[in-house]
C-alpha cells in the first residue's frame, strides 16, 4: 500500500512541478494576456478617477484654482481639465464615466476568470480521471483508494483554484504599479515611502506564509484520511455491523475529524491575524505620507490625491497578501495533483497495433515470469502451456498457486516480466487491446458491482443492450427470477457493492455480465463457488451449451467443475506440474491431478461425470 501524498510531497513545489501545472492551464493561456490587459485599463480608470475626485472636491469648494497649484504633473492636469471642463456636474459625471468603466472591465474579468477556472478544473479532473482509467493496473492496485478519491474529488479543484490566485495577484500588481506610477507623478519621496511600507507588509505576509503551508500540507493528509475512513466504513459496513464495531469504527472517525477541527481553527486563526495587522500597517503608512508631506512641504492637493491613492491600494494589496497565503495553503494538494497526472514515473499498458478478430489456434504461455512489485518474489516462475481454441480448459491448484494471476495476465491488467504470452503466434501484447478484450469476457468469484441498478451493473459488458439481451444473460446465469421479484425489476438499486443481494446472487450477476458480453473466449474464475452443486451444474450446463464450441477457461477447486473439460493445467507454487486431458492425468495414477481428485468427495448430483465414469469412457 502506498504511503500518504501528504508524507511523501516535498515541501516546497519544485521547478518541475511548476511547469507542469502551466502545462495543465495551457489551454486557456490566451485569457491571461487578456486579463493583464483588463487589468491595467480598469487599474488606470481607477486611479484617474481618484485624481479627479480630488479636483472635483476643490471645484465644488470654488477652489479649483488651488488644486491646479498642486505642481508638477497632476497640477498640470488639473490646470488642463480645469480649462476644458470648470464645471462640477462635468467634473462629477467624468468620475461616474471613469467609475462605470472601472467595473465594466472588471466584470468582464470576472466572466472570463470564471470561464477559464471552471474550464481549467473540467481539465484537471478529466485528466486524472483519464489517468487513472490509463495507467498500469499495479498503480491502482498499490494506492489507497481514499487518496485516488481526494486527488480526483478534492485537490483537482485547487489548480484552478490557484489560477485564481495568480491572476489575481498579476491584476492586484498592475493595479499597485499604476497607482504608484501616479503617485510617483506627485511625489517621489512618498512614493519611496510607500515602497517601503508595502514591502514590509508583504515581507510580514510571506513570514505568515510559512506556518500556513505547513498547516496545508498537515490538513491535505488529514482530508485523505477522512476520505479513506469514510470509504473504509460506506464498503465495510456490512461487517462492520455483523461484528458490532459500530461505536470503535465512530471513535476512529471522530478522533481524525477532531484533527480536521483543530488544523481549521488554527488556519483560520492564522487568517484573523492578518487584517487587524495590515490594516494597522496601512494606517501606519497613511500617518507617516501625511507626515512626510508636511516636511516636504507637497502641496496639500498633492497630499490628497495620494492618500486617497494610497487608502485604494490597500485592497489590491489585501489581494496579493491573501492570495499568497491561500498558495501556502494550497501547495501540498498542487503537488499531488501533478504527482498523480505526471506520466514519465508511471507505467502504462501496451494498447498494441495488430487487429483481433477470432481465436484459431491456441493462446500458449511461453516461459511467463511474473511479479506484482519489483521487491516480490515471482509469483509464476516460468510457465509454460497452451490453451486450444474452441475447448474448455481448467487451472486447478491450491489456493495462491497462481491461477488468478494467469486470469489478470489473460485480461491484460497486467503484463509479464519475463516471457510471453502468443495468440496464434502473435504476442499478446502486440494484438490490440480493445480488439481483444472485445472478444474475452470474465465472470470471477469476487464481483466487482457498482452502487447502482441491476441493469446498470449487467450493462458494463454492453451498453447499448436491450432487455430482450439482458433478461436472456439472466436466464443463462440463473439470476432472472431473482431479478423479476424485485421491486422495481432491473431497475432496482443493488446496494453499496451489491449489499442487498446474497454471494450467489451478486456472483450470477457477474455471469450474466460477462454472458452478455457474447464473448469468444470465456473465463470463469470461481465464478460459481458460492452456489450449490444443483445449482452450479445447472448454470454450468446453461454456459456450455450457449458457449459450445468457444475456448472456455475455468478456475476452481470443485471436481464438478473438472472432469468434464478437455484439458487440464495443474499449478502448484507458481509453477506448472501437470498438463493433459483429465483421461489422461487421471491414467497416471501418483500425478497432482489424481491426488486432488482422491481427495474431492464425490459429487451426489447424477449429471455430474465421476472419476470412475471417466475411466470406462
Not at 471522530?254 to 490594516?279: C, F, M, Q
Not at 503466434?425 to 447502482?452: C, F, H, Y
Not at 487440464?568 to 501437470?578: A, D, P, Q, T, Y
Request: glycine share 6%; net charge neutral.
Amino acid at each position: 500500500m502506498s504511503t500518504s501524498t501528504g508524507k511523501d510531497a516535498p515541501k516546497r513545489l519544485s521547478r518541475q512541478q511548476v511547469m507542469e501545472l502551466v502545462h495543465l492551464t495551457s489551454r486557456h493561456a490566451w485569457a491571461f494576456p487578456v486579463i493583464v490587459v483588463l487589468g491595467i485599463v480598469s487599474s488606470f480608470a481607477d486611479s484617474l478617477g481618484i485624481s479627479l475626485i480630488v479636483l472635483f472636491l476643490y471645484t465644488v469648494m470654488g477652489r479649483s484654482a488651488d488644486a491646479a497649484e498642486a505642481g508638477g504633473p497632476l497640477g498640470k492636469f488639473f490646470e488642463v481639465v480645469t480649462a476644458y471642463i470648470p464645471n462640477a456636474t462635468y467634473l462629477a459625471l467624468m468620475v461616474l464615466g471613469l467609475i462605470l468603466t472601472k467595473l465594466a472591465f472588471s466584470t468582464l474579468y470576472a466572466f472570463i476568470s470564471a470561464s477559464v477556472q471552471n474550464g481549467i478544473s473540467q481539465d484537471v479532473r478529466d485528466r486524472l480521471h483519464q489517468q487513472y482509467l490509463d495507467v498500469e493496473y499495479n498503480y491502482i492496485r498499490n494506492r489507497e483508494e481514499g487518496e485516488m478519491l481526494k486527488v480526483l474529488a478534492i485537490d483537482s479543484w485547487t489548480v484552478s483554484s490557484a489560477y485564481r490566485m495568480i491572476s489575481h495577484v498579476v491584476v492586484s500588481a498592475i493595479a499597485v504599479f499604476v497607482m504608484m506610477a501616479f503617485l510617483f507623478s506627485l511625489s517621489w519621496q512618498l512614493t519611496i515611502l510607500a515602497i517601503i511600507g508595502a514591502a514590509a507588509l508583504l515581507a510580514f505576509v510571506n513570514l505568515l506564509a510559512i506556518p500556513v503551508r505547513r498547516l496545508g500540507r498537515r490538513t491535505a493528509e488529514i482530508n485523505q484520511e477522512l476520505a479513506a475512513r469514510t470509504l473504509y466504513t460506506l464498503q465495510g459496513m456490512r461487517a462492520i455491523r455483523a461484528f458490532g464495531q459500530e461505536q470503535e469504527h465512530q471513535k476512529t472517525f471522530a478522533d481524525t475529524s477532531e484533527k480536521a477541527k483543530r488544523l481549521a481553527v488554527t488556519t483560520e486563526r492564522l487568517y484573523a491575524v492578518l487584517p487587524p495587522v495590515t490594516e494597522l500597517g496601512y494606517l501606519l503608512l497613511l500617518a507617516s505620507i501625511a507626515g512626510l508631506a508636511s516636511l516636504t512641504s507637497v502641496p496639500f492637493a498633492s497630499t490628497l490625491a495620494c492618500v486617497a491613492l494610497l487608502y485604494r491600494m490597500q485592497g489590491p494589496l489585501r489581494d496579493i497578501q491573501g492570495s499568497v497565503i491561500a498558495m501556502a495553503q494550497m501547495e501540498a494538494q498542487l503537488i499531488a495533483v501533478v504527482e498523480v497526472l505526471r506520466r514519465t514515473d508511471k507505467r502504462y499498458p501496451r494498447q498494441g497495433s495488430k487487429p483481433f478478430s477470432h481465436l484459431k489456434q491456441e493462446i500458449t504461455f511461453n516461459n511467463v515470469c511474473f511479479r506484482y512489485n519489483e521487491e516480490d518474489a515471482d509469483t509464476l516462475h516460468g510457465v509454460s502451456f497452451k490453451i486450444p481454441a474452441g475447448r474448455t480448459t481448467a487451472l486447478v491448484g491450491p489456493s495462491g498457486s497462481g491461477k488468478s494471476t494467469i486470469v489478470r495476465l489473460l485480461q491484460r491488467l497486467d503484463e509479464p516480466n519475463e516471457g510471453e504470452i502468443l495468440v496464434d503466434g502473435t504476442p499478446l501484447n502486440d494484438i490490440k487491446r480493445k480488439d481483444w478484450l472485445r472478444k474475452l469476457a470474465l465472470a470471477g468469484q469476487d464481483v466487482e458491482l457498482m452502487d447502482s441498478t441491476v441493469r446498470a451493473n449487467i450493462c458494463v459488458a454492453k451498453a447499448e443492450a436491450d432487455d430482450k439481451a439482458l433478461r436472456e444473460a439472466a436466464k443463462l446465469a440463473g439470476v432472472l427470477d431473482v431479478i423479476e421479484a424485485l421491486p422495481y425489476g432491473m431497475d432496482n438499486w443493488i446496494g453499496p457493492q451489491g449489499a442487498n443481494f446474497s454471494g450467489g446472487e451478486r456472483q450470477r450477476l457477474g455471469l450474466a455480465r460477462a454472458i452478455l458480453r457474447d464473448p469468444e473466449i470465456f473465463v470463469l474464475d470461481e465464478a460459481t463457488s458460492a452456489l450449490d452443486v444443483s445449482l452450479e451444474q445447472t448454470v454450468r450446463d446453461n454456459l456450455m451449451s450457449c458457449f459450445e464450441g468457444r475456448t472456455i477457461v475455468t478456475v476452481t477447486h470443485r471436481l464438478t467443475s473438472i472432469l468434464s473439460v478437455d484439458h487440464i493445467i495443474c499449478i502448484e507454487k507458481g509453477r506448472v506440474v501437470e498438463e493433459g486431458s483429465p483421461r489422461e492425468l487421471l491414467a497416471r495414477g501418483s500425478g497432482a491431478f489424481s491426488r486432488m481428485v482422491d481427495a474431492t468427495p464425490l459429487p451426489s448430483d447424477p449429471r455430474v461425470t465421476t472419476p470412475a465414469e471417466l475411466s470406462s469412457t
